[in-house]
């Protein structure tokens, strides 16, 4: 059963810093892996989806890399903003009779401050 | 081109009442899903429809039935609502393929059932 952990639970830090957001999951024959923002009270924007084949994805100053083999995905945020604070979700899609559900961690919640 | 959409957007039921929450998108994709959202515990699959004319259970299905009207409308019924099913609940679409399946979200309903 696919289980996906993400590390840590919440990060505050001073603007402008250069932060690393980690997703681990348990079973690697994944196609692909999503990274996601929630707004408080708000819903879920994809941010970036990294397919089985690609070992990165860039979006402005957002860079998710995965490796499949070791179970892992890292979201990279250079010059992080007080705009950046926001909780971000990963998930990986299971196949289950063809049919696609995504399996999510528990986000990690971020705080950026001026 | 509105995405999905979700209403209402808040609702408080008492312990026993029914209420069905609508979801809708415009973006001509096969598959919808259901979830629920829960403090530290992510997001979970309660239902999912593959196709029009198909549903089918996911993580969490008890005490909820679904209908999907048409290829746009995904409906989510709670028959008898119970405190256990204060939550957050999400509606999503997705195209149904191989290795591209991108899940876009809707803005979430806010359910208290006292």
């Known amino acids: 059963k696919q289980e996906v952990t993400q590390i840590p639970a919440a990060l505050s830090v001073p603007e402008g810093e250069n932060l690393v957001l980690n997703c681990s999951f348990t079973?690697?024959?994944?196609?692909?892996l999503q990274w996601f923002r929630q707004d408080p009270g708000k819903g879920l924007t994809s941010l970036l989806l990294?397919?089985?084949?690609?070992r990165e994805q860039t979006s402005g100053r957002l860079n998710a890399s995965l490796d499949k083999s070791s179970g892992r995905s890292t979201l990279y945020i250079a010059a992080s903003q007080p705009g950046d604070s926001a909780t971000y979700l990963c998930?990986?899609?299971?196949?289950?009779?063809?049919?696609?559900?995504?399996?999510f961690g528990a986000g990690t919640r971020l705080a950026v401050h001026p | 081109n509105a995405g999905v959409t979700q209403t209402p957007k808040f609702q408080v039921l008492k312990t026993g009442q029914s209420m069905t929450l609508q979801c809708a998108q415009d973006?001509?994709?096969?598959?919808m899903y259901w979830y629920r959202q829960d403090p530290g515990m992510g997001l979970r699959l309660i239902y999912y429809?593959?196709?029009?004319?198909?549903?089918d259970k996911g993580e969490v299905p008890n005490g909820y039935n679904v209908s999907r009207l048409n290829k746009r409308e995904f409906s989510l019924r709670l028959e008898s609502a119970a405190p256990s099913q204060t939550s957050v609940y999400f509606c999503?679409?997705?195209?149904?393929?191989?290795?591209?399946?991108?899940?876009?979200f809707g803005p979430g309903t806010r359910l208290t059932v006292l």
């Open positions: 990294i397919q089985s084949s690609q």
């Open positions: 998930a990986v899609p299971t196949l289950s009779g063809g049919y696609n559900k995504l399996i």
């Open positions: 429809s593959a196709s029009e004319g198909t549903t």
């Open positions: 079973d690697s024959a994944i196609y692909n």
């Open positions: 999503a679409s997705s195209e149904v393929g191989d290795s591209y399946n991108e899940q876009f």
């Open positions: 973006m001509n994709h096969n598959s």
